[in-house]
């Protein structure tokens, strides 16, 4: 009696389904001798540790939990996250000023995450500069601007779909598709971006990626400017522009989709203008556009440049008929001006003045035209993949990502032969795993938010499936459990009425026939074997 005093503290608490009878039968500190040698104190130590290890807390738990995960458990707090969300790289606007002095690379980014049933989680791949870009960053705009520092820049993109929300107008889209479009609110110059439904299109199975990044923002601003200036079949249209990224698509949409009698264009780039579906090109280098085309009365003109003077004289020398559109997408100053407050009401003024004098009289029509990115992307991708559009890159295209100043750079400097492009990432179509993280975050996310009622039903449950699986006994098990003498502990803990079943199933299994029988296993190596197991 004196060892089992001993060896009382090494032992492992019961399973929830003891019998009573047997917690009787265990001794006690009480039961046990007195002994001269042994102090007063430890008998304490021991009563003192014999209630916590049949704490019930204790056996609530799940037999495979041992103390370390318990210990583990303990160290996190419940606040703190269990996984830390991924990061991306991306490139920040800090503050209005130079893009040089306010532009950063920063590479902890979190990758956002789908919070409405219309948005869908891009991969980017490539992403490529407008006009825009610069003059949000420069503040140009003033209280037009969409956005405001902190930011990341950058609209047009291309990529790989990784997740999608379940809006009904995203089963044209599945997981993996290649698209295009345009992204708004996070900024297409970062590993990934949230894009909404109607900015996103599956990209045309003529172009790759580099070449699709390319074609948003400057195709769809042409295409919808056409539309709004009526051009028709037979037409005659002059394009001031027409080697810049919007001139450049414009001059193709007129003569291969519109049919226009006649595309004349101003540009310093004659033969690229002229692979492109040009009739006329104008080097304005060398020649004064508005002497060469005086009385011209063209059907429509699109201003891809900008000045008041190009609207003028349009009127003065009847280069635009009565009765005509003039569209642009610049204004009265070349390549855009500053935005403040007093510039946007004198402009809003004049292009009141000049819409109300072309809508009372047969004075040609004047309108500054700002492109809507939820329109047209399907038109373009039906126009792309009949051969009758194809976009044009600058030969220094694509930029790599460290070298963004470069492609800024270039854009202000309007010395662009085509569109410039930013590749992001490799194209390593692992988008099943990186799907599958995302999901993971999400679900770890939402777990972590639910409150603890709602999770203790889920750990109860596992909790009973973990103790049916551990009483069900395998052949592996078995196998193991021989050498061990651990097969009749199991039928001494359980009550009478569980043996009566267990023993009328395992009469059909001849292979626990050789297990050891009960007298053979000492009570004393039981309780240690059984917690080593658990």
């Not at 503050?95 to 532009?103: A, E, S």
């Not at 991969?123 to 902190?150: R, T, W």
């Not at 990529?159 to 992204?183: F, H, S, W």
């Not at 010395?415 to 990432?425: E, P, Q, R, Y």
């Amino acid at each position: 009696m004196s060892v089992q005093a001993e060896g009382k503290p090494k032992e492992v608490p019961a399973p929830e389904e003891a019998p009573k009878e047997e917690e009787q039968s265990k001794p006690t500190p009480e039961d046990a001798p007195k002994e001269e040698d042994q102090p007063k104190e430890e008998e304490q130590a021991k009563e003192e540790d014999k209630p916590k290890e049949e704490a019930p807390k204790e056996e609530d738990k799940p037999k495979d939990i041992d103390e370390t995960t318990e210990n583990k458990s303990n160290e996190i707090p419940q606040s703190q996250p269990k996984k830390k969300l991924k990061k991306m790289k991306a490139i920040v606007c800090l503050k209005n000023g130079p893009p040089k002095d306010v532009l950063k690379i920063v590479e902890n980014v979190p990758i956002p995450t789908i919070t409405k049933p219309n948005q869908v989680l891009v991969k980017v791949l490539y992403a490529s500069i407008n006009p825009i870009d610069y003059k949000m960053i420069k503040g140009m705009m003033g209280m037009l601007s969409p956005k405001k520092p902190e930011f990341i820049a950058g609209r047009d993109f291309s990529g790989r779909v990784i997740a999608k929300g379940t809006d009904p107008d995203l089963r044209r889209l599945e997981i993996n598709d290649l698209v295009y479009g345009q992204c708004w609110k996070m900024g297409s110059f970062a590993e990934y971006c949230i894009v909404e439904a109607k900015n996103v299109h599956k990209m045309p199975s003529l172009i790759d990626p580099l070449n699709a990044a390319s074609i948003p923002l400057v195709t769809q601003t042409s295409y919808q400017a056409i539309v709004k200036a009526k051009l028709k079949k037979g037409d005659k249209f002059l394009i001031l522009g027409g080697s810049t990224a919007t001139g450049i698509m414009a001059t193709q949409i007129a003569k291969k989709f519109i049919e226009a009698a006649q595309v004349i264009v101003t540009s310093s780039q004659e033969d690229l203008c002229k692979s492109l579906g040009a009739d006329r090109v104008i080097n304005y280098k060398k020649e004064d556009w508005m002497k060469v085309l005086k009385d011209e009365n063209v059907d429509a003109i699109y201003d891809c440049v900008g000045g008041q003077e190009s609207w003028d004289e349009a009127r003065k020398q009847n280069i635009l008929k009565k009765n005509g559109y003039y569209i642009t997408i610049v204004g009265d100053t070349a390549h855009g001006d500053n935005l403040g407050f007093g510039k946007i009401v004198g402009t809003g003024l004049s292009l009141i003045n000049r819409k109300f004098w072309g809508a009372v009289s047969d004075e040609p029509k004047y309108e500054m035209h700002l492109a809507d990115s939820k329109k047209n992307l399907r038109d373009i991708s039906s126009l792309i993949d009949a051969n009758k559009l194809k976009p044009i890159l600058d030969p220094e295209s694509p930029f790599a990502f460290e070298d963004y100043m470069k492609m800024f750079n270039k854009s202000m400097s309007h010395k662009a032969k085509g569109k410039l492009v930013l590749k992001i990432s490799d194209d390593d179509q692992k988008i099943d795993s990186a799907q599958d993280e995302q999901k993971d975050d999400i679900k770890e996310e939402q777990e972590d938010n639910k409150p603890e009622e709602q999770a203790k039903p889920k750990e109860e449950q596992s909790n009973v499936e973990q103790d049916k699986q551990a009483d069900e006994p395998t052949k592996d098990d078995d196998k193991k459990d021989e050498p061990k003498e651990e097969a009749p502990k199991e039928e001494e803990v359980k009550p009478k009425e569980e043996e009566e079943v267990e023993q009328d199933k395992e009469e059909d299994k001849p292979k626990e026939e050789d297990a050891p029988k009960e007298e053979e296993a000492p009570k004393e190596e039981e309780s240690g074997d059984k917690g080593d197991a658990e």
